[in-house]
């Protein structure tokens, strides 16, 4: 999917922004004088703010970072009252956040193969059905591989995305092997021609080391039947789960690689700042953030726009 930009006030921003109501409630409800956005900056501001971030799952070492930098302007006189000091947390926050802002590009030589990858109720299957109807209307072939067997709705859920998105699929049985579900798939885009293959995968408890060496497997089978595949290894993280996410994030990193992150479900939490811990802790870039149930709420991500959002 292409990279997208909201101007404040937009139809997409204003989206964004009720999405992330929760977490900058969290933070105006603890930083009254930031809420107001009036009156002076004092040393118990910026202690409010520090506790804030960290309860927003910005992480304790980032937060300190913020505060005592901002805690430095304050007495160079550089931050004369709230309003200047929200302004100035949000351009931190988009600079920590802009490195990591790449969109995922769909390349050739075709077909280019997405694993996606998570644990259980993360939003795999939601997540891949709303790529697909992205890469669609780029006007992209796509074909969906229902590789997370375990799950009978799992299967059907992916079937109605297919069908709702305009892509193909390959679906075996329940129970079937999801390494010979996703060989199938690839083999099916090859002889098609298709641009994207999308593949689902079990959720998959990332302590449990044999339950991912599974997914190790599906990764072998893709590379043999065309090397370099897969291209994408989207990991895709409920924000509602906060730090438990980094534990996830690192532990696929470790068996599976991760070379991109979709973080869903930011509209349910309060703890909105795991998309800067994300960041900090995790090499690879986060693709996508979803706000909401729509299959457009699942947006490429933007630094400056999800800080404007947040504060």
Known sequence: MSEQSDIPGGGMFARLKAGLAKTRELLLMNVGAIARG????DGNVLDQLEEALILADVGAELSREYVDALRAA????ELPDTDALRARLREMVADTLAPRMTPLKVVPPYPFVVLVVGVN????????????????????????????????AAIEQLAVWAERAGADIVRHKEGADSSAVAFDAVRAAKARG??????????????????????RKVVRVIGKEIPGAPHEVLLVLDATSGRNAIAQAKTFEEFTGVTGIA??????????????????????????????????DLRPFDAKSFAEALF
Do not use: N, Q
Not at 38 to 41: A, C, E
């Open 263 to 296: 973080l869903t479900k930011l509209d349910g939490t309060a703890k909105g700042g795991v998309v800067l811990s994300v960041t900090r802790e995790i090499a690879a870039p986060i693709r996508y953030i979803g706000v909401g149930e729509k299959a457009d």
């Open 38 to 41: 009036i009156g002076p900056v």
């Open 194 to 215: 298709t641009h994207v293959v999308l593949v689902d995968t079990a959720g998959r408890l990332h302590t449990k080391s044999h339950l991912m060496e599974e997914v």
């Open 121 to 152: 109720g993360v939003g795999k299957t939601t997540t891949i059905g709303k790529v697909a109807s992205g890469l669609r209307a780029e006007g992209r072939t796509v074909l969906l591989a229902a590789a997370d067997t375990f799950r009978a």
């Open 74 to 77: 304050w007495r160079r006189g």
